[in-house]
Nanobody, 121 residues
Framework: QVQLVESGGGLVQAGGSLRLSCAAS????????MGWYRQAPGKQRELVTT???????NYADSVKGRFTISRDNAKNTVNLQMNTLKPEDTAVYYC???????????????WGQGTQVTVSS
């Protein structure tokens, strides 16, 4: 079994910062990409940022220059540093890992339970 556990959400004023963390645990053979997605009320889940095992990153245009993703391959963790937060960043943030679990040969996506980020104006 594989679990992704997020932490670090909360309430912050516009212009402030938050740091999200996610740890993957369980029977994991290999993690390919890790990343963060978010879903605001009444909207579809959208990509925020991803990072490969080699460190290549991809960001949504709306967060470029404000958010930074980082990863520790040895610890199976991924972090998201969010600066200059805006009210439109308010959403539930989900950690994602594309991986192969022990005993399998198939890559698939795993998701965390989500953590609320609320930015007040």
């Amino acid at each position: 079994q594989v679990q992704l556990v997020e932490s670090g959400g909360g309430l912050v004023q516009a212009g402030g910062s938050l740091r999200l963390s996610c740890a993957a645990s369980g029977s994991i053979l290999r993690i390919y990409s890790m990343g963060w997605y978010r879903q605001a009320p009444g909207k579809q889940r959208e990509l925020v940022t991803t990072i490969t095992s080699g460190g290549a990153t991809n960001y949504a245009d709306s967060v470029k220059g404000r958010f930074t993703i980082s990863r520790d391959n040895a610890k199976n963790t991924v972090n998201l540093q969010m600066n200059t937060l805006k009210p439109e960043d308010t959403a539930v943030y989900y950690c994602n890992a594309n991986l192969v679990r022990g005993g399998s040969i198939l890559r698939r996506d795993y998701w965390g339970q989500g953590t609320q980020v609320t930015v007040s104006s």
